[in-house]
Nanobody, 124 residues
Framework: QVQLVESGGGLVQAGGSLRLSCAAS????????MGWFRQAPGKEREFVAG????????SYTDSVKGRFTISRDNAKNTVYLQMNSLKPEDTAVYYC?????????????????WGQGTQVTVSS
């Protein structure tokens, strides 16, 4: 099991930037697919971005393409989500998730371990 702890959330004005971090425990982190999901009030949790073990393959939901960048540092057991040009509709609790597999997926149920979430609020 991998323990995940997110940080970096907060309140930002529209057009601003935030960088989320997710620190993971466990020696096998480097082999896992990692993902970021978000859940806005009254909505279901949705996939935001994913990255494979090497960082060579990434995936994004359409609404964040060109604005968000996912990356990872396996030496630090950390995955990041750089969020630029933030919009009020990006407001949500953001969750880091680990998939104990090398196969990329956007499906929430395919991820095995989850962090507690960090709140991102974008004001207009």
């Amino acid at each position: 099991q991998v323990q995940l702890v997110e940080s970096g959330g907060g309140l930002v004005q529209a057009g601003g930037s935030l960088r989320l971090s997710c620190a993971a425990s466990g020696r096998t982190f480097r082999w896992y697919v990692m993902g970021w999901f978000r859940q806005a009030p009254g909505k279901e949790r949705e996939f935001v971005a994913g990255i494979n073990w090497s960082g060579g393959t990434t995936s994004y939901t359409d609404s964040v393409k060109g604005r968000f960048t996912i990356s990872r540092d396996n030496a630090k057991n950390t995955v990041y989500l750089q969020m630029n040009s933030l919009k009020p509709e990006d407001t949500a609790v953001y969750y880091c998730a680990a998939r104990r597999s090398a196969v990329m997926t956007t499906a929430e149920h395919e991820y095995n371990d989850w962090g507690q979430g960090t709140q991102v609020t974008v004001s207009s």
